[in-house]
């Protein structure tokens, strides 16, 4: 059974960082890409950012320039760096991994407030 586990939101300041982590158990063959997703209040789930099995990138336009998508090289751990955050970035965030299915985390909650 495939697990995903999100770790590292929390609360922050604008203009903080935080890095969020998410871990991949159980049997996960022929991954596509790796992925963080978010979900504001009363929003739909949008794509954050996304690492495709040759390392390709992609990142939504709000976050350019400040989030950085990396993944550990056993492809079990992807990382989001958050950088500069603003209040709008507040969200859940998901992970998800894409082979022939799609697999989802439970989300980790990132706010940022002063």
């Known amino acids: 059974q495939v697990q995903l586990v999100e770790s590292g939101g929390g609360l922050v300041q604008p203009g903080g960082s935080l890095r969020l982590s998410c871990a991949a158990s159980g049997s996960i063959f022929s991954i596509n890409a790796m992925g963080w997703y978010r979900q504001g209040p009363g929003k739909q789930r949008d794509l954050v950012a996304r690492?495709?099995?040759?390392?390709?990138?992609h990142y939504a336009d709000s976050v350019k320039g400040r989030f950085t998508i990396s993944r550990d090289s056993a492809w079990r751990t992807v990382y989001l760096e958050m950088n500069n955050l603003k209040p709008e970035d507040t969200a859940v965030y998901y992970c998800?991994?894409?082979?022939?299915?799609?697999?989802w985390g439970q989300g980790t909650q990132v706010t940022v407030s002063s």
């Open positions: 690492i495709s099995n040759i390392d390709r990138t």
């Open positions: 998800n991994v894409l082979t022939d299915y799609i697999y």
